[in-house]
């Protein structure tokens, strides 16, 4: 089997800074709440959609950890959907959970719903993706726009200066598509030709869909940056079904992204850590009710995952 060699990035980012989306984020040091043991809490946990291996990971780690404590948890499956997921977050509002980690389908179709946890006096967690608005307790993320930029460096080792390149980009609205596009985009700039820009959801089936589209205009691609591993997947069979052989960089490091790397499919992932994020939220909960200060904004390392 062939070994990975996995160079780590550092992604320090100031707390509150604009790419975050935290306007009006809040730390536990602001109000008092009452001390609660983790095995007295009950947790609701808002999930974009489980039909992405990243978030099952994501929602295993927030499990695990709670396992752990005795935490009684309820996770709830937005399935891409916003509607569902302000639903699914009011039903929880209405369960009277202690706390709620969301990890969103869309920024700013979020806010209500923040809003309504903060009338009740409910903190919230945002997981992966920020809200536009209303409080939050803290965002756990990694720093997507340093991803971003890692993903164009790669591409300009690999294939040099004004190479043709096209974008696969995520949901419309999620802070993840945002920050992502814009630290490609911008190191990209006056480096790579871009020369196509398209939305796949972060979902593989599309992904598929929409890269044989591109490569019907664009035949001469050189390679494709994907906002994330699922569109990258999709991407991968593209090329293949049309005999293309051309870079390919995912964004997550799930486990089929990077067993597509060892096969030579995709030719790298920034990698995320989705267990340890679920982790730190949980985390970041228990040490509110414990009464300690909680970070605006928690980091969560990247990697860039090579063959």
């Not at 974009?48 to 499990?63: A, E, H, K």
């Not at 959970?97 to 969103?104: A, E, G, H, S």
């Not at 700013?108 to 939050?136: F, H, M, T, W, Y």
């Not at 035949?219 to 991407?235: H, I, R």
């Amino acid at each position: 089997m062939k070994k990975f060699f996995v160079f780590a990035a550092s992604v320090l980012m100031l707390a509150g800074c604009g790419a975050t989306g935290l306007e009006g984020g809040s730390s536990s040091s602001e109000g008092k709440t009452d001390d609660k043991k983790p095995a007295e809490l009950t947790v609701g946990v808002s999930v974009s959609t489980l039909n992405n291996p990243f978030f099952v990971s994501l929602r295993d780690g927030v499990q695990k950890l709670a396992d752990e404590n005795k935490t009684t948890i309820k996770v709830v499956d937005a399935q891409d959907d916003t509607a569902k997921q302000s639903n699914d977050i009011d039903d929880l509002i209405q369960q009277k959970v202690d706390v709620i980690l969301v990890n969103p389908v869309d920024s700013s179709a979020i806010v209500p719903a923040v809003e309504s946890a903060n009338s009740a006096n409910i903190p919230v967690i945002a997981i992966d993706r920020s809200s536009d608005g209303g409080k939050l307790l803290t965002t756990v993320a990694s720093n997507n726009e340093e991803g971003g930029k890692m993903a164009a460096q790669f591409i300009i080792e690999k294939l040099g200066e004004n190479a043709k390149v096209a974008e696969l980009e995520g949901v419309p609205g999620a802070s993840a598509t945002r920050e992502r596009g814009k630290g490609f985009d911008d190191y990209a700039k006056g480096k790579l030709n871009v020369a196509d820009k398209q939305s796949a959801n972060f979902d593989r089936a599309k992904g598929l869909t929409v890269m044989e589209n591109i490569l019907q205009a664009h035949s001469d691609l050189q390679g494709v940056f994907a906002q994330n591993d699922e569109m990258a997947l999709g991407a991968s069979e593209a090329a293949s079904s049309k005999g293309k052989d051309f870079i390919i960089v995912g964004f997550d490091g799930t486990e089929d992204g990077l067993k597509a790397i060892k096969d030579g499919k995709m030719s790298a992932t920034i990698a995320q850590k989705p267990e340890e994020m679920g982790k730190l939220a949980l985390q970041a909960a228990y040490d509110h009710f414990a009464g300690k200060k909680v970070d605006e904004k928690i980091d969560s390392p990247l990697d860039l995952v090579t063959k």
